[in-house]
């Protein structure tokens, strides 16, 4: 069965880094395009990057956009995100996300695994 699971998460100050995996199994993960979506408290997920299956093409909402980058290794099995310059309205949980197919589509996202909880706080 599908596993994802997230990890790299933890409390950093605004303006500070912090990068993110998310180790996959339970799937052929060369095949699939990917995404990175996050939850705050009390609010609905939000679709924050997506990742065609290649590698080759990538997606940012405009909130992260020039502060986050999304890359992925496939013989590793692992998708990262590299968030920097980050702000307290980052905090939230942050999950990967296995799309069903090889492209990615903005805003859209399907499995999610478990998540990693991020706070940018000072």
């Known amino acids: 069965d599908v596993q994802l699971q997230a990890s790299g998460g933890g409390r950093v100050q605004p303006g500070g880094s912090l990068r993110l995996s998310c180790a996959a199994s339970?799937?052929?993960?060369?095949?699939?395009?990917m995404s990175w979506v996050r939850q705050a408290p009390g609010e609905e997920v939000e679709w924050v990057s997506g990742?065609?299956?290649?590698?080759?093409?990538?997606a940012y909402a405009d909130s992260v956009k020039d502060r986050f980058t999304i890359s992925r290794d496939n013989a590793k099995k692992t998708l990262y995100l590299q968030m920097n310059s980050l702000k307290p309205e980052d905090s939230a949980v942050y999950y990967c996300?296995?799309?069903?197919?090889?492209?990615?589509?903005?805003?859209?996202?399907?499995?999610r695994g478990q998540g990693t909880q991020v706070t940018v706080s000072s």
């Open positions: 996300a296995k799309y069903g197919s090889s492209w990615y589509r903005v805003n859209e996202y399907g499995y």
């Open positions: 339970g799937f052929t993960f060369g095949s699939y395009a």
């Open positions: 990742i065609n299956s290649g590698g080759s093409s990538t």
